[in-house]
């Protein structure tokens, strides 16, 4: 309920006296709701949980504090309907989720202003509470165990893909719902792809081979990345190895609530800059993961977003060399007062897998 207070709030600090959450990841945040179809309505007195046929009961099970109504046709009209008995004058709507086919729908009927309202629920949702940090460090649990798992699988003659479908069947077997996003299993040169999804390239002697995959647990998810070495590391292997374990562990000590983004990545783009590898690193130190694997606060040489308790982010430089290869290690951390928490478990020193 407090959520929806905080809602209410934000409502009259813009002026509007509706507000229509239709992303589906703000709807399960607000109301618990886990099906597929659905819409919320906020208004001054009343709170509305809009569905049609199919996820009435559903909703009235999952949800509290909302009014469940059935609407299975004709939504702007009936959405019309409750915000003339609501009195409503200026309802806001999320901007960057509807199509502008559906705003126009709105405009055409409904007689109240649409004012356009951007990552009003997002920016609550960058700071989790218990409940959410408890479920996304189950993610990450799960997560670790399947690298754990495929440094026994990986040899040279298997495929990238055959990689990817061992990490998902394992994942799955051990309580994932689903896949994060795909998988990225990026081999040899290609592994200077930062994002390299698997093919059906072959994994060769002397590989590095990196693996970028994570998975949604009861609604939120993890995101992890290690690079290896199939047999042994050359000498530059290694020393590139070294120089982005080092900026990412640099990361980790410093990192605390209050920081800037923009301060974070220096940490990180400071020490592979120095290195001679600036041009190398072309991507942010990292994002905040939650119901979405890429959310607020965006961790890059360009944010303007602030580290705060409670957020989980991602800390994952790396160096990228065309033609040759590329490494990048990647944890989750829990922002805290004075400093954060590694949620991974997994091994950073360098893997050499024995052949």
Not at 86 to 92: D, E, Q, S, T, Y
Not at 110 to 131: F, G, P, S
Request: hydrophobic content about 40%.
């Amino acid at each position: 309920m407090k959520k929806i207070e905080r809602v209410h709030g934000l409502m009259e600090e813009l002026g509007i006296d509706a507000l229509l959450i239709e992303k589906s990841e703000n709807r399960y945040y607000l109301s618990g709701f886990t099906g597929t179809a659905g819409r919320i309505l906020f208004t001054e007195k009343k709170d509305y949980f809009l569905t049609d046929f199919r996820y009435t009961e559903q909703a009235a099970e999952e949800t509290e504090g909302f009014e469940i109504l059935q609407i299975n046709s004709a939504f702007e009209e009936r959405l019309n309907e409750l915000l003339q008995e609501n009195r409503v004058k200026r309802m806001g709507f999320e901007a960057a989720f509807i199509s502008y086919e559906q705003y126009l729908k709105y405009r055409d009927n409904l007689e109240a202003e649409l004012v356009e309202t951007r990552n009003l629920i997002e920016r609550m949702r960058m700071v989790k509470d218990q409940a959410e940090i408890e479920k996304i460090r189950k993610a990450v649990e799960i997560t670790d165990q399947a690298f754990e798992h495929i440094l026994g699988f990986i040899r040279p003659g298997i495929s990238e893909r055959e990689i990817a479908l061992e990490l998902e069947f394992f994942l799955k077997k051990k309580g994932a719902e689903r896949n994060a996003f795909d998988f990225i299993i990026a081999s040899g040169k290609r592994s200077s792809l930062p994002h390299g999804v698997a093919t059906e390239k072959k994994i060769e002697y002397g590989d590095l081979l990196t693996m970028d995959f994570g998975i949604f647990y009861q609604g939120y998810c993890s995101d992890l990345t290690r690079t290896v070495v199939v047999g042994e590391a050359t000498a530059r292997q290694r020393e590139i190895y070294n120089i982005v374990l080092k900026a990412q562990l640099e990361v980790i000590e410093k990192v605390r609530a209050g920081m800037g983004c923009r301060e974070a990545d220096a940490i990180a783009r400071d020490i592979i800059a120095e290195a001679g590898f600036r041009e190398n690193f072309g991507h942010g130190l990292g994002h905040g993961i939650g119901l979405e694997i890429h959310e607020g606060p965006r961790v890059s040489f360009t944010s303007e977003d602030i580290l705060e308790k409670g957020m989980v982010v991602t800390n994952e430089p790396g160096i990228y060399l065309p033609e040759w290869g590329g490494v990048r290690i990647e944890d989750d951390l829990l922002i805290t007062d004075t400093a954060c928490e590694v949620l991974n478990k997994a091994e950073k020193t360098l893997i050499e897998i024995s052949i």
